[in-house]
Each structure stands twice: as C-alpha cells, then as structure tokens.
Nanobody, 116 residues
Framework: VQLQASGGGLVQAGGSRRLSCSFS????????MFWYRHVPGTERDLGAV?????????NYPGSVRGRFTVSRDNARNTVDLQMTKLTPEDTSVYYC?????????WGQGTLVTVSS
C-alpha cells in the first residue's frame, strides 16, 4: 500500500483548502482512513484531525469539528479533507494514513500554511 497526500499550500486565515490522498493497493474500501497533522520543525504532534472508517462513519476532534470534513471515494481510491475557516494554528504538515487490523500505512505529508 502506498499513500500520497496532495493539495497543500499557502492560504489566508479564514480561507479553505482541500487535501486529497490517493491510495495505491488492493482493497481500499476495507481500510479505515485518517488524516493526521504535525507541525514541521517541532515536536508538536497535533494528532488525528479526521477519520473515516471503512463503513463511512467519521470522527473529528473538537478543534476541527464543524470546520473540517473528510470523505472517501471507494471507486477512485481517494480520501479527501475539506478544511474551512482555517487559522494559523492549523498550519501543519498533513499526512494521510490507512489502517486495517494490524496493518498501518502512512504517506508523505503535504504542508498547509495559514497566514494571518
């Protein structure tokens, strides 16, 4: 399994950004997918910001609930993260991950920088 996140860039505070993660490998629909963020150059691990299970159920931490929306397209093997009302505190490298049982995979991250 290989994961590739894309869509990062510079965005102004209050703006929106959509990230996408492509999944290469078999049985995408069987995996729980999640987005995770880490502040580059620090040890600040901000944790998961969105999960979408194989059954389509989603979960968000309070810090992004109502602002971020995760979705998946099992026909295209992609999972997207729509981010709105961004603040400088959302500046991070965003990674997508996949989990099924004991299997865990991570992709390279994509940097989102929110300017004030």
């Amino acid at each position: 399994v290989q994961l590739q996140a894309s869509g990062g860039g510079l965005v102004q505070a209050g703006g929106s950004r959509r990230l996408s993660c492509s999944f290469s490998g078999p049985n995408f629909s069987a995996y729980d997918m999640f987005w995770y963020r880490h502040v580059p150059g620090t040890e600040r691990d901000l944790g998961a910001v969105a999960t979408i299970d194989s059954d389509g159920s989603t979960n968000y931490p309070g810090s992004v609930r109502g602002r971020f929306t995760v979705s998946r397209d099992n026909a295209r093997n992609t999972v997207d993260l729509q981010m709105t009302k961004l603040t400088p505190e959302d500046t991070s490298v965003y990674y997508c991950g996949a989990q099924r049982g004991e299997e865990n995979y991570w992709g390279q991250g994509t940097l989102v920088t929110v300017s004030s």
